[in-house]
């Protein structure tokens, strides 16, 4: 099983990213696919995660701006963040885990991907 993040990149504060969730070996919609961050000395934060049955949650620091979704036509899930802050750059990580899986426990995700690296400047 292989997940790839992507869609990292640099913007400036307020811009908008959306990071791509695929994988190889798994497929993700049958899964709960959550998405994680780690900045530069921190220790990696969930951010936001999509059950099999599209119930969805999010960090409080993100609420109302990213939004994660499902493309079940191309077993694809997407992180839209929209208004970035300074306090979002990070390497961000997408993590399948069981179908009934809801929450940021990282011991709950059995399969992690590469990360995919955000930047936000002012």
């Known amino acids: 099983v292989q997940l790839q993040a992507s869609g990292g990149g640099s913007v400036q504060t307020e811009d908008s990213l959306r990071l791509s969730c695929g994988a190889s070996g798994l497929i993700l919609n049958n899964v709960a696919v959550g998405w994680f961050r780690q900045a530069p000395g921190k220790e990696r934060e969930g951010v936001s995660c999509?059950?099999?049955?599209?119930?969805?949650s999010y960090r409080d620091s993100v609420k109302g701006r990213f939004v994660v979704s499902r493309d079940v036509a191309k077993d694809t899930v997407y992180l839209q963040m929209n208004s970035l802050k300074p306090e979002d750059p990070a390497v961000y990580f997408c993590a399948a885990a069981g179908p009934g899986v809801s929450g940021f426990s990282r011991a709950m995700y059995d399969y992690w991907g590469q990360g995919t690296k955000v930047t936000v400047s002012s």
């Open positions: 999509i059950g099999s049955n599209g119930f969805t």
